[in-house]
């Protein structure tokens, strides 16, 4: 049986698979046959947020980009500094989407859609439903950190 890693193909399958699903169907019919692949990726710590949970300080319900939160989604806010500087998850309507992956191996694909502070070294904070499946249901409900993901922003 192989061993998924991450590597240079898998990054462009997923960044294909990912532009298939947040592109609009009609704009799909243009993409260019090599589909491109992350804009840029980082790597860091990720770890989880819920502003539903009594106690947890957040800025609330309302996103950076003028969403609601809703921890039954693939979704994230990207670190302060990076947000800002990519244009992702920092101001009205600017989201994007990404490929989120531990360091075994399993893989999430999220939209990109808040920004936060963080605590240093931690570069997103994924909501429970991505923090549920990328710890493989260990962590979510504010709890967990993942060590060492790789975040790659897509174009």
Excluded: H
Aim: include cysteine.
């Amino acid at each position: 049986m192989s061993n998924w890693r991450y590597n240079e193909n898998t990054m462009r399958l997923t960044a294909f698979i990912v532009l298939f699903l947040c592109i609009p169907l009609p704009a799909m019919a243009a993409l260019p046959p090599d589909t491109p692949g992350p804009k840029i990726t980082f790597k860091g710590d990720a770890s989880t947020y819920n502003p539903n949970y009594a106690g947890y300080k957040t800025g609330g319900q309302g996103l950076a980009t003028g969403g609601r939160y809703n921890p039954n989604e693939y979704e994230a806010a990207l670190q302060l500094d990076l947000a800002r500087k990519y244009g992702c998850g920092y101001g009205n309507g600017r989201t994007c989407c990404s490929v989120v992956q531990e360091p075994g191996g399993r893989t999430a694909i999220v939209k990109i859609n808040d920004n936060g502070p963080l605590v240093p070294g931690r570069i997103i904070d994924l909501n429970e439903k991505s923090m549920q499946y990328l710890s493989n249901g260990k962590s979510g409900r504010n709890s967990g950190i993942i060590k060492n993901v790789t975040v790659a922003l897509l174009d």
